[in-house]
């Protein structure tokens, strides 16, 4: 770090207030993207254009009624017009609300409620009352803008252009916009882990993480235990006597460090709606554990008593006595709160870890609660102005993340082009490098053949496979036969001169049906020798290729486990065997947004036994990093041409 940035010639750091000056604006325009994105806007022109958009999904109709999850009224719809649901852009966890078919762009909903979970074929919605008319006609889902986001994003920059010096960040501050060097405690320590497996490197991060004072960056490349590196930090801080703050972008990576701190037994809240969380985790739901507590059971008994008095004053005649019965009320009505509120910090107060998404962290149960330690994971894919929410409420962090992996998904191109989706990660790695890193090198997913690729092209070279998947192949597993498709861990099958050129959808995204028959065709020999659908993905950059492989899929009753994904939306998933479709196949030999490193690395790094790729090499070669990846494969892979497959 003393090699500093300056020295090494590069730009000086962002400035607090460059940093507030540039990030303001560019929250507005994201927050503009996705009003405009959903259909609620007056702009939205109709309701088809929303559907092909993907902020609605029209035409559905109402197929399951559940109550559960903490009073919530859970809704499955699938589509009146075929097996598979349209194109749309609904993710879980989204604010939606419910309308009649036909009902006009502005009116009124039937409810609202969050997308709780998403099938190829339906979509569940946990509603808080349930719709109790109109249920049995045909229905639309619409997107909501999410501004609760922008807003908590916004006021923390205002935050942070004021008065936050004083706070328990105000040191970081200065250290993450390089107006002070980062610190590292002199003294060693020697760790005694919790998790007895780690390898040298985990250790090492480990070690490094507990000694850092205010800035710490975890990089974790593809599989080499990440988080399981997180949980090991978060479980010595506590024992160190720390309280600790863990965040990340998602609702499924909090719950994922949740599970895996719930067997050491660690005093945690979970904050979060509960439609967000993973029934797993619901126990350690900040809503569970205040019902569980002393001061709700007060409140509870104050609300019974408040039932009762006004039963009392609907039937009082006399002016005195009711006017008494209210003041009673009122009384009865602020204790309430001031039990509920106390229900809440009881169990904030006696949490070590409190576990949230880094919105979450925003929530007015946390004002004025300060932590020893901020951790974020997935913080290459957080946007740094979120980061913030986090980080203003202690005073060190440790980040854990791969920006050598796909950034936060921005929607507003200009946005995006003035720099909104640059990553806090990837700053600081540029601005203190090793000084404040460790990374991890020893990875458990892939075979050894897979992993070259990517450690060559993006990790110098310094990734090991652990000897437990290093050379493991499909035929390893039991049930699967050796077969040529289950062979190798490498595949690369060309349609160069196979008559397989891509064509565009309506809304211009492009598509290839020729390999997608082929990736098709491969899942099934795959099937054929054994290997259960479920441990196969087909990958594809493409959301267009995405819906026609859904389609192709919902003909071969043996695929109906086979997943399909965006390799943006695979991002942080494995599958045993994973088929890249790559699409781009055209005579100008243009490839799109193949060219960038982050997505291919996601995409051949989801594989753990074998990965297929297919493309047009003649196509995608045009490009001198694809033109590698493709030379490395024609080095190492079985070589198929895509006529083998459509010529049976
Ligand atoms: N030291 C270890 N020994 C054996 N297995 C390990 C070790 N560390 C991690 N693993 C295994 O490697 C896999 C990946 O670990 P983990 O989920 O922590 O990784 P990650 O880096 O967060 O994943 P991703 O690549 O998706 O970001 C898990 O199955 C985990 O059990």
């Known amino acids: 770090m003393e090699k500093g940035a300056k020295s090494r010639g590069k730009p000086s750091p962002l400035t607090l207030d460059q940093f507030i000056s540039i990030m303001a604006p560019l929250i507005d325009l994201e927050k503009e993207a996705e009003i405009s994105a959903s259909i609620s806007s007056s702009s939205s022109k109709s309701i088809d254009v929303a559907q092909k958009k993907g902020s609605a999904i029209l035409n559905l109709k109402c197929v399951d009624v559940q109550t559960g999850l903490m009073g919530k009224s859970l809704i499955e719809f699938q589509s009146t017009k075929g097996d598979v649901l349209p194109a749309h852009k609904f993710g879980t966890h989204d604010v939606v609300v419910l309308k009649p078919n036909k009902a006009d762009p502005g009116s009124a909903a ?63 501050i200065q250290v993450l916009f390089g107006e002070k060097p980062p610190t590292i405690s002199k003294k060693t320590m020697s760790l005694t882990s919790f998790n007895k497996n780690l390898d040298h490197s985990q250790k090492e991060a480990i070690s490094k993480a507990l000694s850092s004072r205010d800035v710490f960056l975890l990089h974790g490349p ?95 005649k006399d002016r005195n006595t009711k006017r008494e019965i209210r003041k009673e009320l009122r009384a009865l009505s602020k204790e309430e709160r001031t039990r509920q509120q106390l229900a809440v910090a009881d169990v904030i107060k006696n949490a070590d870890v409190v576990l949230t998404t880094l919105t979450g962290a925003f929530s007015r149960k946390l004002d004025g609660v300060t932590f020893d330690l901020v951790v974020i994971d997935e ?57 404040v890193t460790s990374m991890l090198t020893v990875q458990y997913r892939m075979h050894e053949l897979i992993m070259n690729w990517s450690s060559k092209e993006l990790y110098d070279s310094k990734i090991e496979a652990h000897s437990s998947v290093a050379r493991h192949v499909l035929y390893d597993i039991e049930g699967v036969q050796r077969s040529s498709s289950t ?29 997608a028959a082929v990736a098709i065709a491969h899942a099934k020999r795959l099937v054929e020798s054994g290997l259960h659908a479920t441990n196969i993905g087909i990958i594809t950059p493409y959301a267009a290729q995405v819906v026609l492989l859904k389609t192709l ?8 486990e086979l997943e399909i994904s965006t390799v943006d939306g695979f991002q942080g998933r494995e599958k045993e065997a994973i088929v890249i479709s790559m699409v781009r196949s055209n005579s100008k030999k243009e490839v799109g947004f193949l060219t960038d490193h982050r997505r291919m690395n996601v995409a051949v790094t989801r594989a753990r036994r074998q990965c297929c790729i297919i493309c047009d090499t003649d196509t995608v070669s045009h490009d001198s990093f694809l033109k590698r990846m493709i030379e490395y494969f024609e080095e190492h892979a079985e070589y198929l041409s895509a006529s083998e497959y459509t010529n049976v």
């Open 222 to 316: 593809p599989g080499t235990g990440k988080t399981t590196t997180v949980v090991e930090i978060i479980l010595q801080e506590v024992k160190n006597g720390s309280k600790v703050l863990a965040c990340a972008a998602s609702n499924i990576a909090v719950d994922n460090i949740v599970e895996r701190l719930v067997p050491y037994r660690v005093r945690l809240v979970r904050f979060g709606h509960p439609a967000r969380l993973l029934p797993q985790v619901l126990e350690s739901a900040l809503d569970a554990q205040v019902l569980r507590g002393d001061n709700s059971g007060l409140a509870n008994d104050i609300r019974k008593e408040m039932k009762v008095l006004n039963g009392k004053l609907l039937k009082a």
């Open 553 to 560: 899929r919902s003909k071969e009753g043996k695929l109906k």
């Open 379 to 435: 913080a290459a894919q957080a946007l740094e102005v979120a980061c913030w929410i986090a980080l203003l409420k202690g005073s060190r962090c440790i980040l854990a993340g791969d920006h050598l992996q796909l950034p936060p998904t921005v929607q507003s191109v200009e946005a995006e082009r003035k720099g909104l989706g640059k990553t806090l990660f990837e700053r600081l790695a540029d601005l203190y490098g090793e000084a």
């Open 110 to 172: 039937l409810g609202q409620g969050v997308v709780y979970r998403l099938k190829d074929s339906s979509i569940v919605v946990a509603f808080d009352d349930i719709p109790e008319d109109g249920l049995n006609i045909p229905l639309r889902l619409e997107k909501v803008a999410n501004e609760v986001t922008y807003n908590s994003m916004k006021n923390t920059l205002v935050q942070l252009s004021k008065g936050v010096q004083k706070g328990p960040a105000a040191d970081l």
């Open 487 to 515: 062979e190798s861990a490498l595949l690369l099958i060309d349609t160069a001169g196979c008559d397989m050129e891509e064509k565009k959808d309506e809304e211009d995204s492009t598509m290839n049906e020729g390999e």
